[in-house]
């Protein structure tokens, strides 16, 4: 044999990586022979409800559509940003996935997504009813940029206050008469002090939970996230108004001395396990505290979220389907997206086990969302806005709430900063955001 | 191993190039390469595109803008000093208590065996792990170490966590605790190979305990600590998994050390081109950092 020795070493070791290589990658793309498409889809809820429908869900579709299969990946909530930043990064995005509603109108202004308008004549004729007509105008709002349709509503979510009516009764409030507005609960909490080491578990760390519980006290003391020019506009007596109100919880021992540092799994437990009177979460935990403390479910009742000068204001939260766009199997993908999300597919199945709100209003009308507590909720729904409301969705908002909302309560919290300079630091940031 | 696989084996190595040094050391080679040395290069070559995931598709070179961004950044300058307290706040805390403790597991008791082993529990333990019992140990409410911290007026009521004076130090504190075993360890090694008669030479010349600790330990173990003062402050510099799980970060930006940054500006703000700059500086200032300590600790007496 006249090949270098080296060579040969390294091309026999090369050759053998590329069939491992090869033989790794095999499984993800559709056989050549067949027409057979895979539509990969990322799944953003690891409990096991969520699974186990998602999964019957993909048995019925596939049986439908026997040239489709649906690979479905679990990416949890907390992961979902990374990994979606790095599958953008590194080019390998799943064809259809969840998505936060807040941050549809970023990856649609990158041209990272889909418009879902062409398919929506034919999803309305196959329904027999006009979807977009279908869908909450909070949703419309949230998915639509540019005047294009991006998302299609999965679910939606609100918030409640949960409370304990064994120590309102402990503490002589009288639990038929649950807190209506900012300044009730204040005093409830007040009363609270007293039997229960927390009388109100509200956030103050940096933490979606926290801008998710803070945005219904800024937007009901009449501040608005940008102004008439699309800059900060929080820089108001409204704002500052509700910044101090709400971190003064923190400051009068009203809320966890931990507050600062606490995630939403850790409150919610502090309420689960009886050591906080109140609670501001959505419709999953009603199920979540039934399971986990039947004991104290009995004494938890929900009431709607507390008004402040302007009115009351909920949290609007909903998760749609998108499609992105480097996806080689559109109209596979779309197919299992108008599936996923259309009462006459797998929606109303999917809601039911996992107990959340659907983003179709055909649905949320009938059984059993017409049943407590849900009719609370979807009520509450009707009262539910976008952080930034009244101003239309912005493809900055995943970065404004996590990078600036958060960390400005926290640091009034605290202790860091004053009122003032932390509403000065926040709209610098915001507007450095914007501006980028 | 059996007759016929050592005679297929020595078939095999006649055959294939026998003791050829290249089929041992390519696959190394290609494994390095594909997992250092190619995200490296490719690191530096994002660094020179301020890419943003919110604006274009694919990276572009754009010269030093991504550079010139993030130095122009004050937050990058207030989190380069924290990073530096806390590397070297954590090289200090493992130095101060693995020294001691390696000079006191030196001497041979009963329990010497035992000892070693339990030390080394917070090195073999993930973070992950750690950071919710610590978590639990700085809990405001039910934490005893807080409780005590609190006693003696360290802390107020909350977590120290949650307190943007406390929170960097009380997270030195486990950053130092965690490194202390393996700096242990690595001093006892040494001071075991220390012969015996240099200190019966040192008494004959009327050296006293602390003068033979200072003429004859030090001078032998110095090499020992510069080295692994570099390891575990290059593994300290490049910290992002405890303060992540801890504080995120916070209260504010209290805690917040290069690490987390770089992971902000990638995964928050979307932008590789800056987060490549950033990784980049962090790796110039890692070398930066390293070349004086290895040489002053180099030196022999």
């Known amino acids: 044999m006249k090949y270098s020795r080296p060579i040969t070493a390294v091309v026999t070791i090369l050759a053998l990586s590329a069939t491992l290589v090869a033989c790794s990658s095999g499984g993800s793309n559709s056989g050549a022979g067949s027409n057979k498409q895979t539509v990969t889809f990322w799944q953003f809820n690891g409990d096991q409800a969520s699974i186990t429908a998602y999964k019957s869900a993909i048995a019925s579709f596939e049986a439908k559509n026997p040239d489709i299969t649906v690979n479905m990946q679990i990416v949890p909530w907390s992961d979902q940003q990374q990994k979606i930043t790095t ?21 649609a202004a990158n041209g990272s997504l889909v418009p879902l308008d062409s398919y929506l004549d034919g999803w309305s004729a196959s329904e027999g009813i006009d979807v977009k007509q279908d869908m909450y105008a909070g949703d419309l709002s949230y998915y639509t940029y540019n005047g294009k349709l991006y998302g299609a509503p999965l679910a939606d979510e609100t918030r409640m206050l949960y409370y304990n009516t064994e120590f309102f009764q402990k503490a002589g409030l009288d639990p038929n008469k649950p807190p209506t507005t900012w300044a009730d609960i204040e005093k409830a909490a007040v009363a609270l002090k007293s039997v229960v080491s927390v009388p109100w578990s509200a956030p103050m760390s940096k933490q979606y939970v926290t801008v998710q519980t803070f945005m219904s006290v800024y937007l009901s003391y009449g501040a608005s996230l940008f102004d008439s020019n699309g800059k900060c506009g929080l820089n108001t007596k409204e704002f500052k108004d509700a910044l101090s109100w709400y971190t003064g919880l923190a400051k009068s021992g009203l809320t966890s001395p931990d507050a600062a540092n606490l995630t939403a799994n850790d409150i919610i437990n502090q309420f689960i396990n009886g050591k906080a009177g109140m609670l501001i979460e959505g419709p999953s935990q009603y199920n979540a505290i039934k399971n986990a403390n039947p004991e104290l479910f009995k004494n938890i009742r929900i009431a709607p979220i507390p008004a402040g000068p302007k009115g009351q204001f909920g949290f609007l939260g909903g998760w749609p389907l998108v499609m992105w766009n480097s996806s080689k199997v559109k109209e596979a993908a779309a197919k299992w997206i108008h599936f996923v999300t259309s009462p006459n597919g797998a929606l109303s199945d999917i809601v039911q086990k996992v107990g959340i709100l659907p983003g179709r209003k055909s649905l949320a009308s009938k059984p059993p969302w017409t049943d407590a ?22 493809p900055k908002m995943g970065e404004i ?30 507007n450095q955001i914007l501006s980028k | ?97 693995a ?38 140990l700085y809990d405001g409410q039910s ?42 360890i690595a001093l006892l090694a040494t001071l075991k190979s220390i012969p015996t008669e240099l200190y019966e030479a040192g008494s004959i010349d009327g050296a006293g305990r602390w003068k ?38 916070g209260p504010g930006s209290s805690s917040t050390i290069l690490g987390i940054q770089l992971f902000q500006t990638f995964f928050t703000q979307a932008s590789p081109g800056q987060a490549a700059a950033l990784g980049t500086l962090m790796l110039l200032l890692a070398l930066v950092l390293i070349v004086p300590i290895l040489r002053a600790t180099s030196r022999r007496t």
């Not at chain 1, 009707?382 to 930034?388: C, G, I, N, V």
């Not at chain 2, 294939?16 to 696959?27: A, D, L, Q, R, S």
């Not at chain 2, 807080?146 to 929170?167: E, K, R, Y």
């Open chain 1, 87 to 107: 599958a953008l990064a590194s080019g390998s995005l799943p064809d259809v996935s969840m998505m936060g509603n807040d941050v549809v109108a970023q990856y």
């Open chain 2, 99 to 136: 020294v001691p403790f390696a000079l006191l597991l030196n001497i041979r008791t009963s329990v010497t065996g035992v000892v070693t082993g339990f030390i080394m529990i917070p090195w073999i333990t993930p973070f992950v792990v750690l950071s919710y019992a610590w978590l639990f």
């Open chain 2, 1 to 97: 191993m059996s007759l016929a696989l050592r005679l297929a084996g020595g078939r095999f190595r006649r055959e294939f190039g026998g003791t050829n040094p290249w089929y041992y050391v390519t696959p190394a080679m290609v494994i390095v390469g594909l997992l250092t040395i190619a995200p490296l290069l490719y690191g530096i070559y994002l660094s020179f595109t301020n890419w943003s995931l919110n604006s274009s598709a694919a990276p572009q070179l754009e010269g030093v803008s991504a550079y010139r961004v993030v130095l122009s950044d004050s937050a990058f300058w207030d989190n380069l000093v924290r990073t530096i307290a806390w590397t070297v706040g954590t090289v200090v805390v493992e130095i101060v208590i």
């Open chain 1, 401 to 430: 709430e996590t990078a600036s909302i958060q960390t400005a309560v926290q640091e009034v919290a605290t202790g860091a900063l004053s009122v003032d300079s932390a509403t000065n630091q926040l709209c610098t940031d915001i």
């Open chain 1, 373 to 394: 507590p849900y009719n609370q909720f979807a009520d509450q729904l009707s009262r539910a806005y976008a952080y930034q409301y009244p101003a239309g969705p912005s």
């Open chain 2, 212 to 249: 033979s600790f200072r003429s004859i330990t030090l001078p032998l173990v110095r090499p020992t600590l510069g080295a692994m003062c570099v390891v575990l402050g290059v593994q300290a510099f490049y910290s992002f998994d405890l303060v992540w799980i801890l504080t995120q970060g």
């Open chain 2, 143 to 184: 934490g005893p170490l807080h409780a005590f911290m609190q006693a003696i007026g360290l802390v107020g009521d909350s977590t120290p966590l949650a307190s943007p004076t406390a929170a960097l130090w009380s997270i030195i504190l486990i950053s130092g605790w965690k490194g202390i075993p393996f700096l242990t």
